[in-house]
């Protein structure tokens, strides 16, 4: 291998695995461990005002099992995420301007290169802190080179050897200049080409202090780039093991805690009770014996559900929680976001059929069967409830505005078709219409969603394979994935 080897060669090299890389992961990531344990506590954050479920008694447990079980869950959510979001980066953490965190990193951080400038011009100058930056860079440029980069390595190591640069010091012969040429010169060979501007921008800083802060600001971003790789390179690996390394993270979970899952168990007997009740009521007779006999029913036996039936009601039953009143279940608690969009996707999916069924059964046959015109009237409604996902959001004020929109939009087409347009006793009944799906029991918006409560018996087939891939993503139920 050449000494100056081009980047090319070192995104091909790269693509082998290393610890090396991995490191690199270890180091960038634990920026966003913490954001990961702020979404995983914001998840159980409302179980405080609800009533768990009967549970085994609790267990005394010591603070290094505590830490050691929340690192686990901070590495198990990690990985989740990174096998389900195909697009999961990871990004620097860039505090808000206005936050105390952020005025105290600023006044931290002045006061560190304050005095290393007030040290530099000194007469000697001090290199005590610059030295000890040198070391700081060196190792975070090493960090960057897999096992076969060799040459280079050898290369920062005898331009980079501290001691040497101790002693050049100690006599004045220190050139800290040259020292940031060979640095910026590395950094460009290993930097990813999206950060060759920020690379260029650091050869036009002739001040040592404002150019020793420039680069430790590249190096971070090359830091995240490194990490980002990591990822990439480790995420086919982790969707093999994801099914069983989540289950073994679960089932040590549940010894150590053993109420650790009540949520889960509570929340896969609702489904399976609901499934005994639709089965309960189809199997036994409706007049409970033969006619006109004074015998008593014979007894029905009821099947015991299906464990994949049961799992997949669960499932369902996760489109229509409740995510105020009711704490969400623990082994999907990482999907929950995703489950929320699921929902209001649903939510609209639903609104818009109910309101496109009752003005469809009002407009005449001619025109309801036009493919032009109910592409039009689908895309009037979404637009009226392109907000329904905010919390300002009012649907009975929307479903008012559409009615009225729509009665427009049936009159124009009835009279473009030859048709009488609309009465006012058809619009007054259908803006009544529509203004009734508000309600979650309107038959209409019942027989859309085909899911209420005990009464649903599925999913309309755009949200079913919405919700699939969550499904079949190796989600871990109480041992069992999603996938057996």
Same mark, same amino acid.
């Given at each position: 291998?050449?000494?100056?080897?081009?980047?090319?060669?070192?995104?091909?090299?790269?693509?082998?695995?290393?610890?090396?890389?991995?490191?690199?992961?270890?180091?960038?990531?634990e920026s966003s461990e913490g954001a990961l344990q702020k979404k995983i506590k914001s998840g159980s954050a409302s179980t405080q005002g609800a009533q768990r479920?009967?549970?085994?008694?609790?267990?005394?447990?010591?603070?290094?099992?505590?830490?050691?079980?929340?690192?686990?869950?901070?590495?198990?959510?990690?990985?989740?995420?990174?096998?389900?979001?195909?697009?999961f980066r990871i990004k620097p953490v860039e505090l808000p301007e206005d936050s105390l965190e952020k005025r105290v990193k600023d006044i931290v951080h002045k006061?560190?290169?304050?005095?290393?400038?007030?040290?530099?011009?000194?007469?000697?100058?001090?290199?005590?802190?610059?030295?000890?930056?040198?070391?700081?860079?060196?190792?975070?440029?090493?960090?960057?080179?897999?096992?076969?980069?060799?040459?280079?390595?050898?290369?920062?190591?005898?331009?980079?050897?501290?001691?040497?640069?101790?002693?050049?010091?100690?006599?004045?012969?220190?050139?800290?200049?040259?020292?940031?040429?060979?640095?910026?010169?590395?950094?460009?060979?290993?930097?990813?080409?999206?950060?060759?501007?920020?690379?260029?921008?650091?050869?036009?800083?002739?001040?040592?202090?404002?150019?020793?802060?420039?680069?430790?600001?590249?190096?971070?971003?090359?830091?995240?780039?490194?990490?980002?790789?990591?990822?990439?390179?480790?995420?086919?690996?982790?969707?093999?093991?994801?099914?069983?390394?989540?289950?073994?993270?679960?089932?040590?979970?549940?010894?150590?805690?053993?109420?650790?899952?009540?949520?889960?168990?509570?929340?896969?007997?609702?489904?399976?009770?609901?499934?005994?009740?639709?089965?309960?009521?189809? &199997? @036994?007779?409706?007049?409970?014996? %033969?006619?006109? $006999?004074? /015998?008593? =029913? !014979?007894?029905?036996? *009821?099947?015991?559900?299906?464990?994949?039936?049961?799992?997949?009601?669960?499932?369902?039953?996760?489109?229509?929680?409740?995510?105020?009143?009711?704490?969400?279940?623990?082994?999907?608690?990482?999907?929950?976001?995703?489950?929320?969009?699921?929902?209001?996707?649903?939510?609209?999916?639903?609104?818009?059929?109910?309101?496109?069924?009752?003005?469809?059964?009002?407009?005449?046959?001619?025109v309801s069967s036009q493919a032009d015109f109910a592409e039009k009237l689908k895309m009037t409604v979404q637009i009226l409830l392109t907000d329904m996902h905010?919390?300002?959001?009012?649907?009975?004020?929307?479903?008012?505005?559409?009615?009225?929109?729509?009665?427009?939009?049936?009159?124009?087409?009835?009279?473009?078709?030859?048709?009488?347009?609309?009465?006012?006793?058809?619009?007054? &009944? @259908?803006?009544?219409?529509?203004? %009734?799906?508000? $309600?979650? /029991?309107? =038959? !209409?918006?019942?027989? *859309?969603?085909?899911?209420?409560?005990?009464?649903?018996?599925?999913?309309?087939?755009?949200?079913?394979?919405?919700?699939?891939?969550?499904?079949?993503?190796?989600?871990?139920?109480?041992?069992?994935?999603?996938?057996?």
């Amino acid at each position: 291998m050449s000494e100056n080897l081009d980047k090319s060669n070192i995104n091909e090299a790269g693509k082998s695995k290393s610890n090396d890389s991995e490191q690199g992961l270890e180091d960038a990531v634990e920026s966003s461990e913490g954001a990961l344990q702020k979404k995983i506590k914001s998840g159980s954050a409302s179980t405080q005002g609800a009533q768990r479920p009967p549970s085994s008694p609790p267990r005394f447990v010591t603070v290094e099992e505590l830490v050691e079980t929340a690192k686990g869950v901070t590495n198990m959510a990690l990985a989740h995420e990174i096998v389900v979001n195909g697009n999961f980066r990871i990004k620097p953490v860039e505090l808000p301007e206005d936050s105390l965190e952020k005025r105290v990193k600023d006044i931290v951080h002045k006061a560190f290169w304050d005095c290393l400038s007030v040290q530099l011009s000194e007469d000697p100058p001090a290199y005590d802190h610059a030295i000890k930056l040198l070391g700081e860079i060196k190792e975070t440029l090493l960090s960057f080179l897999l096992p076969g980069h060799t040459r280079l390595r050898n290369q920062i190591r005898e331009v980079l050897d501290l001691d040497l640069i101790q002693q050049e010091a100690e006599h004045g012969a220190l050139d800290i200049s040259k020292l940031a040429e060979f640095i910026i010169g590395m950094m460009g060979t290993l930097c990813a080409p999206a950060r060759d501007e920020e690379v260029n921008k650091l050869k036009d800083i002739k001040e040592i202090v404002p150019l020793f802060r420039a680069m430790f600001s590249v190096l971070g971003l090359m830091k995240v780039d490194m990490a980002n790789f990591a990822v990439s390179s480790i995420r086919p690996h982790l969707m093999q093991q994801s099914v069983e390394y989540e289950r073994k993270k679960f089932q040590e979970l549940l010894e150590k805690q053993p109420n650790a899952l009540d949520f889960v168990t509570q929340w896969l007997e609702e489904a399976a009770g609901d499934l005994a009740d639709r089965t309960c009521g189809r &199997a @036994l007779p409706a007049g409970g014996g %033969a006619a006109g $006999s004074g /015998d008593a =029913p !014979v007894p029905v036996p *009821v099947p015991v559900p299906d464990a994949a039936a049961v799992q997949d009601r669960a499932y369902l039953r996760l489109l229509r929680w409740d995510h105020l009143r009711r704490p969400f279940p623990e082994t999907v608690l990482m999907d929950q976001a995703r489950f929320q969009e699921l929902q209001l996707q649903l939510e609209h999916l639903t609104i818009l059929g109910a309101v496109l069924l009752v003005t469809f059964s009002v407009a005449a046959p001619g025109v309801s069967s036009q493919a032009d015109f109910a592409e039009k009237l689908k895309m009037t409604v979404q637009i009226l409830l392109t907000d329904m996902h905010l919390p300002s959001f009012h649907l009975e004020d929307a479903l008012t505005a559409i009615g009225e929109k729509v009665c427009v939009e049936v009159s124009s087409r009835l009279s473009l078709c030859g048709f009488s347009p609309l009465t006012a006793d058809q619009e007054t &009944a @259908l803006k009544g219409q529509i203004q %009734a799906v508000a $309600s979650p /029991d309107d =038959p !209409v918006r019942r027989i *859309v969603g085909m899911f209420g409560g005990r009464q649903g018996a599925g999913l309309c087939p755009q949200v079913g394979w919405q919700a699939g891939p969550l499904k079949k993503s190796g989600r871990v139920l109480m041992g069992r994935s999603a996938d057996e």
